[in-house]
């Protein structure tokens, strides 16, 4: 059992998605990363827009190392999902150091390496890394198309889910985050993985650089540098919902192939 007092904990981030948002509640960011002890972490709520425009006051990036105090989310069932102060966080939050060396990247990672999809699916985890072994595609969906059931509750979420989410967010800071970013159609990679007998997935991608890619420059340029780091040695940081355990690709780590 975890404690549900607040404690200091130091996170190397390996991801932030793009915000996810409610019309009632507003639009949050969600962070991912492991501890100093090895164990994996989901951090939110970060209202969007602590991190965007003129209301800015985060500017941490994938790779530091930040210092900041968390406790178990007690309604989310998740083992790694932890909460942060949203109306503390800008002074609470530290950046300490940053890992910029692609070697020493893989490195801190490669002890955290799944074996495929399919164990984890198996699994109580809801964060993992895993190497896909073959990419076919990455593609472009329209949302109102999309006719399997997990994959639409994933998009929409529902208001009870983000009510329990925010609730010891300030009335202020839920406005400032009320206007979102543009709504992005389903953005993801076709690929197998590592298992032996996988037969292919299709998954969503909300990393924040992807989806802030395609923002600024339409699908074509995104699809040519997601598809570009099929030529390096990527991996995929995933992770599932909330309410329902439908797997994502949370973010993307492309170091250079080994020569």
Known sequence: MHSR?????????????????????GCLVCTAGINSEG?????????WA?????????NFKKWDLITLPTRKRAPDHRPESFEVRPTTID?????????G??????????????ADLEALRGSDRSLGLVKPKEIYDFMQKDRQRITDPDEELTLERTEAAQQLLLIDIEPELVKKS??????????????????PNCKGHEMMCI????????????????????????????????G???????????????????A
């Open 91 to 99: 002074q609470e939050l530290k950046v300490v150091d940053h890992i």
């Open 50 to 58: 602590l991190f965007w425009g003129k209301t800015q006051k985060l």
């Open 178 to 195: 009320r206007t979102p970013p543009e709504p992005l159609p389903w953005l993801g990679y076709a690929f197998t993985c590592q298992g």
């Open 207 to 238: 990393d924040w650089e992807i989806q802030e890619l395609f923002r600024k420059q339409r699908f074509e340029k995104t699809r040519e540098k997601a598809l570009w780091m099929k030529d390096r040695d990527l991996y995929f940081v995933v």
């Open 101 to 114: 060396d692609w070697d020493k990247r893989k490195q801190f990672l490669q002890p955290f390496l799944d």
């Open 39 to 47: 164990k994996w972490r989901r951090l939110y709520p970060f209202p």
């Open 5 to 25: 007092e607040w404690e200091s904990e130091t996170i190397t981030v390996l991801t932030k998605t793009y915000p996810e948002c409610s019309k009632k509640y």
């Open 240 to 258: 599932t919902t909330w309410r329902f355990k439908t797997w994502m690709i949370i973010g993307l780590f492309y170091p250079p192939r080994a």
